[in-house]
């Protein structure tokens, strides 16, 4: 288990800087040229865990939030000029990150890989991991100019496997 006493001050700053401060900045970086133009799509790829908090996760969790909720204000300014800002809430995709994890969990439970990794793929209500391309269109789609009027969403990209009403 993770406690507060886990993290030292250079561990909270490091995940603050990563999952709130550099995003806010590549916004910053970007949006007033997308103004200028008329157009523009970001996307922040944040996690599941800003809408279903992981325990292990637990700096990433604040942090994250933190930046879907600099959105939520940020968003809703910029929109009028047809510059949209959303987030991806990913959860367990098949990729080499899930599988590098997987091993490496199976491993501590003592546990056959495989066989782990299907036990924890039958979990999400899906019966799977997502795919890669599925996240990957999702993406593109919130890029797109068909989702113009999107604005300010967290999209949770889970197979159902966060169990929330809203």
Known sequence: MTTLDDWDEATRQKAVNDNMITPIMLIRAVVDAMIAQEFGRIVNIASRSVRAPLAHLGLSNGARACLTGFVAGTARQVARHNVTINNLLPGAFATARQEDGLRKLSAKAGEDCASFARARAAEIPAGRFGKPEEFGRACAFLCSAHAGYIVR????????????TM
């Open 153 to 164: 969403q967290n999209l949770l990209i889970d197979g159902g496997a966060v169990n929330l």
